[in-house]
């Protein structure tokens, strides 16, 4: 079981940055991969940015060159900068462990997933 916990939601004007943070703790974090998924107000959960043990990433097209995902390790932290933000990005940003053998790289859905944080509202006004 992996525990998680965001912070650092809030709101930022258009074309601003902001960075969450994603704090994890459980056994054998080397096994999942971790990811942001985001969910506004009527639409479903959907996967923003992921990120494997080894390093490898995928975006979401609505998010790449704008977002960059990142990991270390030593911390057990999980972070996504932000950039260039619009107000299509305002919604609930979830930090999300899916046991890599479940995970199905840019296609993966909330379904794979086995571990949620309780999620941090990033809202972006024009």
């Known amino acids: 079981q992996v525990q998680l916990v965001e912070s650092g939601g809030g709101p930022v004007q258009t074309g601003g940055s902001l960075r969450i943070s994603c704090s994890t703790s459980?056994?054998?974090?080397?096994?999942?991969?971790m990811g942001w998924f985001r969910q506004a107000p009527g639409n479903q959960r959907e996967q923003v940015a992921a990120?494997?043990?080894?390093?490898?990433?995928t975006y979401a097209d609505s998010v790449k060159g704008r977002f960059t995902i990142s990991r270390d390790a030593v911390k057990n932290m999980v972070y996504l900068q932000m950039n260039n933000l619009e107000p299509e990005d305002t919604a609930v940003y979830f930090c999300?462990?899916?046991?890599?053998?479940?995970?199905?790289?840019?296609?993966?859905?909330?379904?794979?997933?086995?571990?949620w944080g309780q999620g941090t509202q990033v809202t972006v006004s024009s």
């Open positions: 999300a462990a899916t046991h890599r053998i479940n995970w199905r790289g840019k296609n993966s859905s909330p379904s794979q997933v086995g571990s």
């Open positions: 459980g056994r054998a974090l080397s096994q999942y991969v």
């Open positions: 990120i494997t043990s080894g390093g490898s990433t």
